[in-house]
């Protein structure tokens, strides 16, 4: 074999060694490309994901804080509407002595007061319902004595002798007890 004929074939060798080593490095570029494509998706995916899960916490607090607010609203016009119908009632209540059903309601809110009272007592009133507590306490058979120095829109405190407070029966005192009930059933209505 001739010097040349080695060198050729050492040349085909080379070349042949050189695109095997192409191909093969080929060959690893190319997992590698993939491999680091795939992991560019999943850290795409990753940071999609967490920013969706951001938008969803956002919104979810935007919503509440939105709700929240929306309640707060509401409470405050129910507040608003309870205690206006409270201030018209007050109101209708200092018109209620001037009608003829007043000396009705007077009675059964004394005789209330009254019930089970075996001692000696007080019935308080406004002094504009001084006389009409006289006629109703004498009518009703009931010794006590009358004081004319409560401020009142109508109705009766009936005391012991002692001072102590039995019964404090006064169309105020009335329209106080029904204000939880009233506020309640105002909160169930405007839901």
Same mark, same amino acid.
Request: glycine residues 6%; negative net charge.
């Given at each position: ?15 042949? /060694? ?69 201030? /018209? ?22 005789? /209330? ?79």
């Amino acid at each position: 074999m001739a010097i040349e004929d080695i060198f050729k074939a050492l040349d085909e060798q080379a070349d042949a /060694e050189c695109s095997e080593l192409l191909r093969a490095a080929e060959g690893q570029a190319g997992a590698i490309l993939a491999e680091a494509q795939a992991e560019a998706d999943r850290i795409q995916e990753q940071r999609l994901q967490a920013a969706q899960e951001l938008v969803k916490q956002k919104t979810g607090k935007t919503l509440n804080a939105a709700k929240l607010d929306n309640k707060k609203q509401l409470a405050a016009v129910r507040e608003s509407v309870v205690q206006q119908v409270f201030k /018209e009632a007050a109101t209708k209540l200092g018109t209620l002595r001037s009608t003829k059903e007043y000396e009705s309601i007077f009675k059964a809110l004394l005789e /209330e007061a009254l019930a089970g009272v075996d001692e000696d007592c007080t019935i308080q009133v406004d002094p504009a319902d001084a006389g009409l507590a006289e006629k109703v306490a004498k009518s009703l058979k009931a010794d006590c004595t009358i004081d004319a120095s409560l401020q009142s829109s109508g109705g009766v405190v009936v005391t012991t002798a002692k001072g102590r407070v039995l019964r404090h029966n006064t169309l105020e005192s009335r329209l106080a007890k029904s204000h939880e009930f009233t506020y309640a059933r105002v909160s169930e209505i405007l839901g």
